[in-house]
């Protein structure tokens, strides 16, 4: 069993492969997963990942400028 304690799956940078991605995980051994957000938007992003697949969200940010 593998656990991903911070993935950051809804990066751009994963925009072109992240459903191929998000289904190898299991066939990888990565059996749980959290996808941290950082600030409002990455943290709905997030949230809306972990409604379509089955992973965990953390999410936080500063106020603070």
Same mark, same amino acid.
């Given at each position: 069993?593998?656990?991903?304690?911070?993935?950051?799956?809804?990066?751009?940078?994963?925009?072109?492969?992240?459903?191929?991605?998000?289904?190898?995980?299991?066939?990888?051994? %990565?059996? $749980?997963?959290?996808?941290?957000?950082?600030? /409002?938007? &990455? !943290?709905? #992003?997030? %949230?809306? $990942?972990?409604?379509?697949?089955?992973?965990? /969200?953390? &999410? !936080?940010? #500063?106020?603070?400028?």
């Amino acid at each position: 069993m593998l656990f991903d304690s911070h993935a950051h799956l809804n990066d751009a940078r994963f925009d072109e492969d992240r459903e191929e991605l998000i289904k190898t995980l299991k066939e990888k051994k %990565v059996d $749980l997963v959290v996808n941290p957000g950082a600030d /409002i938007e &990455s !943290s709905i #992003s997030s %949230v809306k $990942l972990s409604n379509k697949y089955d992973f965990y /969200i953390c &999410s !936080s940010w #500063s106020t603070s400028t």
